[in-house]
């Protein structure tokens, strides 16, 4: 019979995944958006970098938030053999 230790861990490790999921959907958007607003066509006095510098460090804050994810299930995956 399994610990509840275990039971708890198999709950975070599920939602981590939800929460890694979930950042992962919200960077591809992000890149779309980031795309949108460098597209080449546009003229060059329209770019407004101000928003795709707070749309990169959008990216950004999410990336880091995925690594520390990934680590937490690696770990918790390594600790409970799942």
């Known amino acids: 019979m399994k610990s509840n230790e275990f039971y708890i861990a198999k709950g975070q490790l599920a939602e981590l995944e939800r929460e890694y999921k979930d950042i ?17 066509i546009k003229e060059l006095f329209d770019f407004d970098l101000e928003k795709v510098l707070d749309l990169v460090k959008e990216f950004r804050r999410l990336q880091l938030e995925a690594r520390d994810i990934q680590t937490k299930i690696y770990k918790i995956k390594e600790t409970y053999n799942l």
Request: proline residues 6%.
């Open 24 to 40: 992962n959907r919200r960077c591809e958007s992000l890149l779309i958006q980031i795309r949108e607003e460098l597209n080449p």
